[in-house]
């Protein structure tokens, strides 16, 4: 792998118009790769859904050069209709379009930042290889006391042109003061065996808003990893809701650093998983000060041979007295041969804290089911009545009322 790991980086090199001091940086970041390679089941946050073997058996001569001098239409019949919304759509990895059209343009701010040093303190080798291959570099700015009018939905889709492509994509949120932002992303992929490695880092200052809906719904073959870097000052607010269904793999990752009093960290997630999916979500939440909040609540329907994790993580600093930190994960197995794995973490340094967390799961009642029976429905209409009311109330906690009615449409469930 090193070889065609250099081979690539050589070919990107060529291509670009990065300065000999950008190479530098970014080679520094290739070796860390090569030392460090795909995460694998030895490391404790890997053991469940381990990305190395995945890679190795679902996509052969993985390529991690990929040409952004190639252009790609946009087909507008992929696009979220009955919302108006604002766009950033990526193509294949390549930003083809950046829309604000509904907002005040003095208010918001796009900064190229791929000149800049993009290093992040983080022991994450996919960090490492994201930091190596990508292209362009924006920081997305809402300037103070600014909420935007519309949603920003950001589209990450793929076509034929691309296959057994490492696609890596990075953008940089600054939250201003008494500023909010409503982020959707929503992933339609037509392209067949990628690695898509996606990284985002947001910055929310004093009493700004984050709401943040990830949207994996259509089925298609390839593996996503994602990660998200969360910084909230005092009296943020983040919310995440992730819908993890359509890949063959997926894991959500979040960091999430309440640096500031009174701020609040939301964490909400479906999996829906068909046959021979895996997904994860892995959150860290870590309470650093006084008079912080954070909820997590993440549910999974599993089908043949899938499989899902959890690994919830609340650490709490010995400042962060009266902190309230609570996590819980449940999950239906519709097969025999589907897998649920749980890991909550609690660690804790302070002593007026309220903190508790929960895992449980098994298969659907049958009692349930005859009873649904009893009343009309056939097996497989009481069955979808369970599940339905088994993950409605993890949409429920969505505070968006319009976001909250497209993804339930989107889901298919049923108020």
Not at 5 to 23: A, R
Request: include cysteine; hydrophobic fraction near 35%.
């Amino acid at each position: 792998m090193s070889e065609q790991l250099q081979s690539d980086f050589d070919k990107l090199v060529k291509t670009s118009k990065f300065s000999s001091e950008e190479i530098k940086i970014k080679k520094n970041f290739l070796n860390n790769f090569i030392k460090k390679g795909f995460p694998n089941r030895k490391q404790e946050d890997w053991k469940f859904l381990d990305i190395s073997r995945i890679i190795k058996k679902n996509i052969s001569d993985l390529s991690f050069f990929n040409d952004y001098s190639q252009s790609n239409k946009i087909d507008p019949s992929v696009l979220v209709d009955g919302l108006e919304h604002n766009k950033i759509i990526f193509i294949n990895g390549k930003i083809e379009k950046i829309d604000f059209n509904f907002e005040d343009q003095n208010k918001i701010e796009i900064i190229d930042e791929t000149k800049k040093d993009i290093s992040f303190e983080y022991e994450n080798s996919l960090i490492d290889l994201n930091s190596v291959f990508i292209d362009k570099i924006f920081k997305i700015l809402i300037k103070k006391n600014y909420s935007l009018k519309k949603p920003l939905i950001i589209y990450h889709l793929t076509n034929d042109k691309i296959k057994s492509t490492n696609i890596n994509l990075r953008l940089d949120f600054e939250l201003g003061e008494n500023s909010c932002l409503k982020l959707i992303d929503y992933f339609i992929n037509t392209a067949a065996k990628n690695f898509i490695n996606i990284f985002y880092n947001f910055n929310l200052e004093k009493d700004s808003i984050l709401k943040n809906y990830k949207i994996d719904k259509y089925r298609n073959n390839n593996l996503k990893y994602s990660f998200n870097n969360i910084e909230q000052d005092s009296n943020s607010v983040s919310e995440t809701f992730i819908l993890s269904a359509g890949s063959d793999y997926f894991k959500n990752e979040i960091n999430c650093n309440l640096n500031g009093e009174y701020s609040s960290a939301f964490i909400n997630g479906i999996f829906s998983l068909k046959e021979n999916q895996q997904h994860e979500i892995r959150t860290t939440i870590n309470h650093l000060v006084e008079n912080t909040k954070s909820y997590q609540l993440i549910k999974s329907v599993l089908g043949k041979n899938s499989k899902s994790a959890y690994q919830g993580r609340i650490f709490v600093n010995s400042k962060a007295q009266k902190t309230d930190g609570y996590q819980l994960s449940k999950a239906i197995l519709l097969d025999e041969t589907s897998e649920f794995n749980a890991k909550p973490e609690l660690e804790i340094y302070a002593d007026d804290v309220k903190c508790s967390h929960g895992s449980a799961s098994g298969s659907l009642d049958e009692n349930s089911i005859f009873y649904l029976m009893s009343r009309g429905l056939n097996y497989q209409q009481s069955k979808e009545l369970l599940i339905n009311g088994f993950l409605i109330d993890v949409v429920e906690k969505i505070t968006d009322a319009e976001i909250k009615n497209l993804i339930t449409n989107i889901i298919g469930l049923k108020q």
